[in-house]
């Protein structure tokens, strides 16, 4: 089936520090690969998105790199900045699956100033 | 164009209350969908819908009715209430469901509470 498996939180970084948040996936075919985005009291956001294989989403100053051998498409930024504080998901969906989205269980990043 | 709407942002209900949550979108688009949200759990899909008059379970529908009369509207309908189904609500939207690549724009979310 499809999965998603996201590294366990809450993850706690100072300014200015460079972020990692694992992700692999489980799909039959070609999935699509998304980071969602969750500030404190609003709904998910698009932050990036990567549909084949070698392709690298970026927005923001993220990036994430979907990689088919290892079956992995993780979240890194350089820098991270306090307003970088919230809940990312990844995420993933194959065309069959009618526009269904498959989440991991998410990780809540703090940065502290 | 205010995007995905949710109505209402909080709800408390008794066990075996009815109620309804509110979805409605202003985009245009045709795919519409309903996930909740528990901790350590990400989201679960409920409902889905792939335009007017069309739709079908998800990962976890048992619970809740949905039905689609227009494009821009999508209500959850909680039967019987139970506390099993404390959790946030989101409803979310798409321009294409076929493809699998678009964006799906999410609301606020409503957090319900069933004591």
């Known amino acids: 089936g499809n999965s998603v498996t996201q590294m366990e939180g809450p993850v706690t970084l100072s300014e200015e520090a460079f972020l990692t948040i694992n992700c692999t996936y489980t799909?039959?075919?070609?999935?699509?690969l998304f980071w969602y985005v969750q500030y404190p009291g609003e709904g998910l956001q698009l932050l990036l998105k990567?549909?084949?294989?070698?392709d690298k989403g970026s927005n923001k100053g993220f990036e994430a790199t979907y990689r088919k051998e290892t079956t992995s498409f993780h979240l890194e930024k350089g820098s991270v900045q306090v307003s970088d504080s919230a809940v990312y998901f990844c995420?993933?969906?194959?065309?069959?699956?009618?526009?269904?989205?498959?989440f991991g269980r998410g990780t809540q990043l703090t940065v502290w100033p | 164009n205010a995007g995905v709407t949710q109505t209402p942002k909080f709800q408390v209900l008794k066990t075996g209350q009815s109620m309804t949550l509110q979805c409605a979108q202003d985009?245009?688009?045709?795919?519409m969908s309903w996930y909740r949200q528990d901790p350590g759990m990400g989201l679960r899909l409920i409902h889905y819908?792939?335009?007017?008059?069309?739709?079908d379970q998800g990962e976890v529908p048992n619970g809740y009715n949905v039905s689609r009369s227009t494009t821009e509207d999508f209500p959850l309908r909680l039967l019987l209430a139970a506390p099993s189904q404390t959790s946030v609500y989101f409803c979310?939207?798409?321009?294409?469901?076929?493809?699998?690549?678009?964006?799906?724009?999410f609301g606020p979310g409503t957090r319900l509470t069933v004591l």
């Open positions: 799909a039959t075919g070609y999935p699509s």
């Open positions: 819908s792939v335009g007017a008059g069309i739709t």
């Open positions: 990567a549909t084949k294989a070698d």
């Open positions: 979310a939207s798409s321009p294409d469901f076929t493809g699998g690549v678009n964006e799906q724009f």
């Open positions: 985009m245009n688009h045709e795919y």
């Open positions: 995420a993933l969906n194959r065309g069959s699956t009618l526009g269904r989205l498959y």
